[in-house]
């Protein structure tokens, strides 16, 4: 039971994390997040399903056109509802970005369809056996690709000159500019990724799970609380914090039964704030480049 | 600019020759028909559902009106959205009682929707019927004027025949319940224990789980380490198919008897092969029925709707059954009633004699003490062949 509730944990915990990490990009580049993650999610399962099971295009193209779909997204999310409310001092980009999500929950049911679908994979189709627990190959891809992508980011951002431009524009973009960082073009690269990243996840989770219109909000709201319980600033902390909240969720369920799982993981989240102010990872305002 | 102020003054007259025009046949139209309501879920995940009862109830409709109506008025359809929302369902009831003076309306899949309307059905004296959701207390309310009637499965009775089921058919000692954390799930579990208990039966757990859980392992470990040998499952499709699925992955053969969930979408496609083996109750199929009614509603079905081309087509068919017996049940009320007054209906379904059915012939479906034209000798267990929707023989 152990070995299964740990497998469980870690791959839905590394989904998580992989939207999570969208909410930790954009946060550290421009202070703002959006909210339509569980929708840019939803996108990228419902596109590559579109792309690949009913217009039967090669798999890996069909990922990767889903992958720029959600980019566009991220910009036009960007550029519609965070740079105008923003340029004036406002936060209403909040409110705009959840409208954002809203809207696209809806485009898709209208278009897509109301019903869920199956989203088949050869990698998780038949089960290996591990440690006694069933587990699709699928399963083990995930974690890797979460922590693969925590890692790449925590790379470029800290020991790249590129990266290091970037942190330098949520510091004093007006500094950033004055040194010749393009501020509007790096804050709408970080959107794209962000949705781009969100979009991963859906594609991952799609075969595991089914494709549907309304697939992304519950993810979106767990990604959120994992972003402020790793704290928004740290890639290696919203990853971590993903997989131990996937841990705690199926280990909650295996050993005291799913009645307690929604209470008991909540109020570890609450405890962990309460105790850790700025997420398990994060610090009181860096401002270090 | 000359065009579009010429485009413009001649959309002018034309959408005001159409509002003279409607006003001049609103009034004699309102006096031709009566008006029927539904509130169902016409978007959202369980839109499918909505689909259904509307082309049930529009087929029974156009039957009716084509046989010159009740009491010489044309019956007219008016369909409300509530998005599987209590709070959107009860607005939308008030609507059609109290703006479309509707003089009875019939509900959704949705049992938490239904329970909320109930309370309102009551107090206003319109007649209310269920034709999907199966929540126990949706017509055994307790108010002392019951206007809410239903014609679909009760889980106080499904959950009789699932045990019943499971013992026959898998010789099961110590089942399992996996259900879905809702109200609809909470009715289900009341409803096993207390079959289960008049069993002399317990079960070797109960384990809920969340609409949108991806991974139903850590639940099912449970039960299979408490030695559960056969689940009950209630859950509406997609959740149903992350249970079949989690199973898979366990590498758990265990027998399934369901509540009649899978049967909302495309169970096959979303669960796997897996799926065919899930036994789930249904009060209706095409697939497999010998009776000609079925086979001439079916018919009317694919002409009026040419999108229907076989029973894969139509595989929530309870959806179509109940929603096409209760509108023909409803008429007959009025018929009995020789009015629109909401008492009076009520004492017309009292009064209903016999009516041959697509579900059976009813005889006597209501009396005061009984709201509910189904019993568990109507409901059959079926399975998934493919996209189809097949009875089980035994």
New interface residues.
């Given amino acids: 039971m152990l070995t299964s509730a740990i497998i469980s944990g870690i791959g839905l915990g590394s989904m998580y994390g992989l939207i999570a990490l969208g909410f930790h990009i954009t946060y550290v580049v421009s202070n703002t997040v959006n909210f339509a993650q569980g929708s840019a999610m939803m996108l990228g399962a419902v596109l590559g399903y579109t792309f690949g099971v009913r217009y039967g295009w090669p798999m890996p193209l069909a990922m990767l056109a889903a992958l720029a779909v959600c980019a566009l997204f991220g910009l036009v999310v960007e550029r519609i509802l965070v740079r105008p409310f923003v340029a004036r001092g406002s936060n209403a980009w909040l409110m705009a970005t959840v409208a954002a999500g809203i809207v696209l929950d809806n485009a898709v049911m209208f278009t897509f369809g109301k019903e869920p679908r199956g989203f088949p994979s050869d990698w998780a189709a038949q089960p290996i056996r591990l440690f006694g627990a069933g587990v699709y190959p699928l399963q083990l891809v995930i974690p890797l690709v979460g922590i693969g992508i925590a890692g790449v980011m925590h790379l470029l951002l800290r020991h790249t000159r590129r990266g290091k431009t970037l942190l330098a524009v949520v510091q004093n973009p007006d500094a950033a500019r004055l040194m010749g960082i393009n501020v509007h073009r790096t804050i709408a690269i970080s959107f794209m990724v962000s949705t781009a990243l969100a979009g991963l996840a859906g594609l991952l989770i799609a075969p595991l799970f089914s494709v549907s219109s309304e697939m992304g909000t519950l993810f979106g709201i767990k990604a959120f609380a994992v972003a402020i319980l790793g704290g928004m600033g740290s890639a290696w902390g919203v990853v971590i914090a993903g997989l131990a909240y996937g841990l705690i969720e199926a280990l909650v369920t295996s050993f005291l039964g799913s009645v307690y799982t929604q209470i008991v993981v909540f109020s570890v989240v609450i405890l962990a704030l309460a105790l850790k102010p700025n997420g398990l990872f994060g610090h009181a305002a860096i401002n270090k480049v | 600019m000359t065009f579009a102020s010429h485009v413009s003054r001649r959309l002018l007259l034309a959408a005001g020759a159409a509002s003279l025009a409607l006003i001049g046949v609103g009034p004699a139209s309102a006096e031709d028909t009566m008006k029927v309501g539904l509130v169902a879920a016409m978007?959202?995940?369980s839109?499918?559902s909505g689909e259904a009862i509307v082309r049930g109830l529009s087929l029974a409709l156009d039957e009716i009106n084509a046989k010159g109506g009740v009491l010489g008025k044309k019956l007219e359809l008016v369909v409300r959205d509530d998005e599987s929302n209590p709070a959107k369902g009860v607005i939308a009831a008030r609507e059609l009682v109290q703006r479309e003076k509707v003089v009875a309306y019939f509900g959704g899949i949705d049992t938490p929707v239904s329970m909320a309307i109930v309370p309102f059905a009551n107090q206003s004296k319109v007649p209310f019927i269920g034709v999907w959701a199966a929540g126990t207390k949706i017509t055994r309310n307790d108010a002392p004027e019951n206007y809410v009637f239903r014609v679909s499965a009760v889980d106080a009775l499904v959950d009789i025949a699932l045990v019943d089921y499971a013992i026959k058919k898998y010789g099961a000692k110590k089942p399992g319940m996996i259900l879905i954390?809702n109200p609809w799930g909470e009715s289900n579990e009341a409803g096993l224990k207390s079959a289960l208990d008049a069993k002399k039966m317990t079960a070797a757990g109960i384990?809920?789980?969340?609409g949108?859980d991806?991974?139903i392992?850590?639940?099912l470990?449970?039960l299979k380490?408490a030695g559960a040998d056969a689940l009950f499952m209630v859950a509406n499709?997609?959740p149903s198919?992350?249970v079949v699925?989690s199973l898979?992955?366990?590498?758990w053969n265990v027998p399934v008897v369901s509540h009649w969930g899978p049967a909302g979408?495309?169970f096959t496609?979303?669960?796997?092969p897996s799926a065919e083996k899930v036994h789930f109750i249904q009060t209706f199929s095409f697939s497999g029925n010998s009776n000609p009614k079925a086979t001439a509603v079916f018919e009317a079905l694919k002409k009026k709707y040419p999108e229907i081309k076989s029973a894969a087509d139509v595989t929530p068919a309870v959806g179509i059954a109940n929603a096409y017996d209760a509108m023909h049940l409803t008429a007959l009320a009025i018929a009995k009633a020789g009015s629109t007054e909401g008492p009076k209906i009520r004492e017309g379904f009292y009064q209903i004699g016999s009516y041959d059915g697509l579900i059976k012939t009813y005889s006597k479906p209501f009396t005061p003490d009984n709201h509910d034209a189904l019993s568990p000798s109507d409901y059959l267990f079926t399975y998934f062949k493919g996209a189809e929707i097949l009875p089980l023989t035994n």
């Fill in positions: 978007s959202g995940q839109a499918k954390n384990e809920k789980f969340e949108g991806v991974d392992v850590p639940q470990t449970r380490d499709v997609a198919a992350q699925k898979d992955r366990m590498g979408g495309r496609e979303l669960a796997g």
